[in-house]
């Protein structure tokens, strides 16, 4: 259901972690110890979602650290200018602190999303 909910459908846009995670913690039709589980595994930003950061970069999560809303991130643009290179940040630090989920339908950056999450070519 979570992954159903952040995957864009024909009828709706995706729905951002967050709020998906939400709804499914306030729905009475889903057993809130599997959900929690659920969260705690893909974390509060799961890999391959977009983040505004404090600086007001936008980010890609690449993957899930020790604290929840400490994700390991890589900048790609800022004031819509796009890095020719993403940057790693580190989101435990104030400046580059995890300010907010970005839809990806904003994300206008072209990035190889595969390649920073470690997925290569065989």
Request: charged residues 25%; without cysteine.
């Given at each position: 259901?979570y992954?159903?909910?952040?995957?864009?459908?024909?009828y709706?846009?995706?729905k951002?972690?967050?709020?998906?995670?939400?709804?499914?913690?306030?729905s009475p039709?889903v057993d809130r110890?599997?959900v929690?589980i659920?969260?705690?595994?893909?974390?509060?930003?799961?890999p391959g979602?977009?983040?505004?950061?404090a600086?007001?970069?936008t980010a890609?999560?690449?993957?899930r650290r020790?604290k929840?809303?400490t994700?390991?991130?890589?900048a790609?643009?800022?004031d819509?200018?796009?890095h020719?290179t993403p940057i790693?940040?580190?989101t435990a630090?104030?400046a580059?602190?995890?300010?907010?989920?970005v839809?990806?339908s904003?994300?206008?950056?072209?990035?190889?999303?595969a390649?920073l999450?470690g997925?290569?070519?065989v």
């Open positions: 259901i992954l159903a909910k952040i995957s864009p459908r024909a709706r846009p995706a951002t972690a967050d709020i998906a995670a939400k709804e499914l913690l306030t039709a110890r599997i929690s659920l969260i705690k595994e893909f974390g509060i930003y799961p979602s977009y983040v505004a950061l600086n007001g970069e890609i999560v690449v993957r020790d929840a809303h994700p390991l991130v890589f790609i643009s800022k819509n200018v796009i020719h790693e940040r580190d630090q104030p580059f602190a995890v300010a907010g989920i839809q990806r904003a994300v206008k950056a072209s990035i190889d999303r390649a999450l997925y290569h070519h």
